[in-house]
Structures are given as C-alpha cells and as structure tokens.
C-alpha cells in the first residue's frame, strides 16, 4: 500500500482500521463520501507525509481517531460534513499545513484536538 496516492471511496458506511494507512507516504489525497458513518481508527494515516487534501461527508456521524493525521505534513485542506463529529486527541498533531478545515451540516462537535 505504500505506492497508493489516491483514495476515493463511497459506501453506506466505513470503518478503516487502526493504522490503516500508516506511512503511505505517496497518498496525497482522499475522498470519502454517501456514507451514513465514516469511523477512522487511530494512527490511520499517520506519516502520510505527502497526504494534502482529505474530504469526509457522512448523512450521520464522523468519529476520527486519536493521532489519526499525526505527521502528515502536507495536510493543508480538510473538509467534514455530517451531524456528528468526534476528534480523538491530538488527531491534528503536527500537522503544520493545516490552512483550510471547514466543517458543514454540523449540529454537535466534539474534541480534543491539538
């Protein structure tokens, strides 16, 4: 999985596991869309150092790991929609790109972030 650069996935609902992704260091960007949950497991994409852009729609609920972007480096644009949102902590840690997060449809939040 090292060589994948693009994730694009649409599905009623999405668990990607506990370090999923980790050290994909080509993936440059993800679009996961049409689900009703999208659960992404801690570290999962941890040291996708070239990861820049990463989109989450979901009708239900988001629940991001803890230190789930840890690293990524690049990581510049991130955009959720849903009801739900849940970050883990430190799921944004070190991820020093981060100019855009945008977050649409939301009626609760919930986190521990940086």
């Known amino acids: 999985m090292k060589e994948l650069e693009s994730v694009n996935l649409s599905t009623p609902e999405l668990i990607i596991g506990e370090n999923c992704f980790y050290n994909c260091n080509r993936l440059n960007s993800t679009s996961i869309s049409n689900m009703i949950l999208i659960q992404i497991g801690n570290n999962a994409f941890t040291n996708c150092i070239s990861l820049s852009r990463m989109e989450l729609k979901a009708s239900n609920s988001i629940v991001i790991g803890e230190n789930c972007f840890f690293n990524a480096q690049k990581l510049g644009s991130i955009s ?21 997060f945008s977050m649409d449809d939301i009626q609760l939040v919930q986190f521990t972030v940086w």
């Open 80 to 100: 959720f929609a849903s009801k739900l949102i849940k970050f883990g902590n430190k799921c944004f840690d070190s991820c020093n790109s981060l100019s855009f």
